[in-house]
């Protein structure tokens, strides 16, 4: 449970302040690299990790079409090593 709740952690951090646009900085990217990892350390799977994505944006009151396009990016795993 409190892996999870480190996961969670992680994902949010990975969205910025108020933005809510998942890995756009240096210090975002490196949170969503730290989550990535971390849900295949505690064996969430992918499906499960972009599943936590949508939970955190819903509970966030984002909108429906702002939520596909950041699910977008989660999947993208390239954005986790871009760098600005």
Not at 31 to 49: C, K, N, P, S, T
Not at 60 to 73: M, N, S, T, Y
């Amino acid at each position: 449970m409190e892996e999870l709740n480190e996961l969670k952690r992680l994902i949010a951090i990975s969205y910025g302040t108020e933005d809510k646009i998942f890995a756009l900085h240096y210090y975002d990217r490196k949170q969503a690299q730290d989550a990535l990892f971390e849900a295949f350390r505690i064996r969430v799977g992918f499906q499960g990790y972009v599943n936590l994505h949508r939970e955190f944006l819903l509970s966030e009151g984002v909108p429906q079409d702002h939520i596909q396009e950041q699910l977008k990016l989660v999947k993208d795993l390239a954005r986790y090593f871009t760098e600005d």
